[in-house]
């Protein structure tokens, strides 16, 4: 019954906040075209949602940024 339990926290819990931890990783190096793909309910994947939204207006932001640099 542990084994079972333990199985479910990694899987529904652990894994996804890995994954998002990783992703964060990617955007602090720069990457501003990291997308989260967590398709659920929970709160992490309410997290997920919403840096996607931040991803979004920071490349946005940035696509103006250059055009301005460029004299645009």
Request: hydrophobic share 45%; proline share 1%.
């Amino acid at each position: 019954v542990f084994g079972i339990v333990l199985f479910v926290v990694r899987q529904s819990i652990q894994n996804p906040i890995m994954e998002t931890i990783e992703k964060i990783k990617e955007i602090a190096k720069g990457d501003l075209g990291v997308r989260f793909s967590l398709r659920s309910n929970d709160e992490i994947a309410t997290v997920s949602m919403a840096l996607n939204s931040m991803m979004e207006s920071m490349e946005e932001r940035a696509t103006i940024a250059q055009a301005i640099s460029s004299g645009d």
